[in-house]
């Protein structure tokens, strides 16, 4: 199935499947790399990341954003060897706030609370995705990350994570009662301690598991903030930037405790079940702006979803 997916795939996506399906050092695949980093896709992506504080940060959900975009790039393989990334992560790391969390530049309306002004500083559902691009860069976590990771995990509550701003976004929050959990936030959130031996297995994040296993076992009850586990939520979708089955569940697949919940394993089997006859998958929803990508369509099958739909199966550890 690995052959066939390498046979397939773009030499940008070959080099991340050789380096996370089949462990291959980087340092062996120096060619294929100079190879994937000529792709105009990638060139466009590279060329996006490098004035990283272009785009305000209206819509979370916007694949355009350079955070998505820098968090693709890193998940692929590539580092800060590459000179775009390298100036993201510069610009990344050049605008945080006294709590160490690294901010982006957002306006607010007044009627929403906010200034109706372009600033800088950091809402739950972006903050987590900044940290994570960071730790996924390499920079050094005791120096830079560890400070606003500790704010933010100290935000938690006893049904999640909420909807929180900075100071400088006012009272402004999402469309949900105050103290519901923000699905999104606690995904994204989970996501990051993921990647941090010291939260990885702490009791918040078997919280966080609980609460959106919780949320997917009472998905016709439950859906705070408007965030839905229904049908458009069961789609196949990449890049895995929102919160849908792929992405959520690849989040999951991380984490040994929601590993062994059968919970867990019914959106594993949803995933699996839309195998076809080579082990690969086919988009069942896209983001029209990502239509010049393999995922950007629904009629044939995405080497790059299928990547995604893979790794998570083998972490989750199922036949495949």
Same mark, same amino acid.
């Given at each position: 199935m /690995?052959e066939?997916?390498?046979?397939?795939? #773009?030499?940008?996506?070959? *080099?991340?499947?050789?380096i &996370?399906?089949?462990?291959?050092?980087?340092?062996?695949? $120096?060619?294929?790399?100079?190879?994937?980093?000529?792709?105009n896709?990638?060139?466009?992506?590279?060329?996006?990341?490098?004035?990283f =504080?272009s785009?305000?940060?209206?819509?979370?959900? &916007?694949?355009e954003?350079?955070?998505?975009?820098?968090?693709?790039?890193l998940d692929?393989?590539?580092g800060?060897?590459?000179? %775009?990334?390298?100036c993201?992560?510069?610009?990344? !790391?050049?605008h945080?706030?006294?709590?160490?969390?690294?901010?982006?530049?957002?306006?607010?309306?007044?009627?929403?609370?906010?200034?109706?002004?372009?600033?800088?500083?950091?809402?739950l559902?972006d903050?987590?995705l900044?940290?994570?691009?960071? /730790?996924?860069?390499?920079?050094?976590?005791?120096?830079?990350?560890? @400070?606003?990771v500790? *704010?933010?995990?100290?935000?938690?509550?006893?049904?999640?994570?909420?909807?929180?701003?900075?100071?400088?976004?006012g009272?402004?929050?999402?469309?949900?009662?105050?103290?519901?959990?923000?699905p999104?936030a606690? =995904?994204? !959130?989970?996501?990051?301690?993921s990647?941090?031996?010291?939260?990885?297995?702490? +009791? /918040?994040?078997?919280k966080?598991?609980? $609460?959106?296993?919780?949320?997917? #076992?009472?998905?016709? %009850?439950?859906?705070? *903030?408007?965030?839905? !586990?229904?049908?458009?939520f069961?789609?196949?979708?990449?890049?895995?930037?929102? *919160?849908?089955i792929?992405?959520?569940? +690849?989040?999951?697949?991380?984490f040994?405790?929601?590993?062994?919940?059968?919970?867990?394993?019914q !959106?594993?089997?949803?995933?699996k079940?839309?195998q076809?006859?080579?082990?690969?998958?086919?988009?069942e929803?896209?983001?029209?702006?990502?239509?010049?990508?393999?995922?950007? @369509?629904?009629k044939?099958?995405?080497?790059?979803?299928?990547f995604?739909?893979?790794r998570?199966?083998?972490?989750?550890?199922?036949?495949q």
């Amino acid at each position: 199935m /690995i052959e066939r997916l390498l046979s397939i795939s #773009e030499p940008w996506l070959q *080099y991340a499947i050789r380096i &996370n399906l089949l462990n291959e050092s980087k340092g062996n695949l $120096v060619d294929l790399k100079n190879e994937a980093l000529k792709d105009n896709k990638i060139q466009a992506h590279l060329s996006d990341i490098s004035n990283f =504080h272009s785009m305000l940060v209206s819509n979370h959900k &916007n694949p355009e954003l350079p955070i998505h975009k820098l968090l693709f790039l890193l998940d692929i393989g590539f580092g800060r060897d590459t000179p %775009e990334i390298e100036c993201a992560v510069s610009q990344l !790391m050049s605008h945080k706030d006294k709590y160490g969390i690294y901010q982006s530049l957002t306006n607010i309306p007044k009627h929403f609370g906010g200034t109706g002004t372009d600033i800088f500083g950091w809402c739950l559902c972006d903050a987590p995705l900044l940290l994570l691009a960071l /730790i996924k860069a390499k920079v050094d976590y005791q120096q830079h990350i560890k @400070q606003g990771v500790d *704010y933010l995990v100290a935000l938690n509550k006893e049904q999640g994570f909420p909807c929180s701003v900075s100071e400088e976004f006012g009272k402004f929050r999402g469309p949900g009662r105050k103290d519901d959990c923000c699905p999104y936030a606690t =995904h994204i !959130m989970l996501n990051l301690l993921s990647y941090i031996d010291e939260y990885k297995n702490s +009791d /918040i994040a078997t919280k966080g598991i609980d $609460v959106l296993l919780s949320l997917w #076992e009472n998905n016709l %009850e439950r859906h705070p *903030y408007m965030f839905y !586990m229904g049908t458009d939520f069961r789609k196949l979708k990449a890049p895995a930037i929102w *919160y849908d089955i792929v992405s959520v569940t +690849d989040c999951l697949s991380k984490f040994e405790y929601a590993k062994a919940d059968p919970r867990f394993r019914q !959106m594993v089997d949803i995933i699996k079940a839309k195998q076809d006859e080579n082990g690969l998958f086919t988009p069942e929803s896209i983001y029209q702006k990502g239509k010049s990508w393999d995922f950007g @369509q629904k009629k044939a099958v995405s080497p790059y979803l299928s990547f995604l739909c893979i790794r998570l199966l083998e972490r989750a550890n199922c036949e495949q």
